[in-house]
Nanobody, 124 residues
């Protein structure tokens, strides 16, 4: 069992930056790949990016590539989402999720554990 808690969301102007954190409980954090997803009102949950277990490989959705960066600190059981050059269309609730699988997966249904989400609002 892994419990995930996101933090760092808030209100930011267009072009600004935010860094989200996701703290995990338990001693098995390093055995999970970690993903970030987001969900805007009235829309389906959308894949944002993913980092492998060791933190050596990342994969991003085209919509955020070059603007967002995922990192992790396994010693602190924490994964981060650095968001730069934010746009109003990035407004959503952001979720982190844990996945046991080795291969990169973008389907939300494939992930095993989820946090409660943190709201990010980008004003124009």
């Amino acid at each position: 069992q892994v419990q995930l808690v996101e933090s760092g969301g808030g209100l930011v102007q267009t072009g600004g930056s935010l860094r989200l954190s996701c703290a995990a409980s338990g001693r098995t954090f390093s055995t999970y790949a970690m993903g970030w997803f987001r969900q805007a009102p009235g829309k389906e949950r959308e894949f944002v990016g993913r980092i492998n277990r060791s933190g050596t490989s990342t994969y991003y959705a085209d919509s955020v590539k070059g603007r967002f960066a995922i990192s992790r600190d396994n010693a602190k059981n924490t994964v981060y989402l650095q968001m730069n050059s934010l746009k109003p269309e990035d407004t959503a609730v952001y979720y982190c999720a844990a996945d046991r699988a080795l291969l990169p997966r973008t389907n939300a249904a494939a992930y095993d554990y989820w946090g409660q989400g943190t709201q990010v609002t980008v004003s124009s």
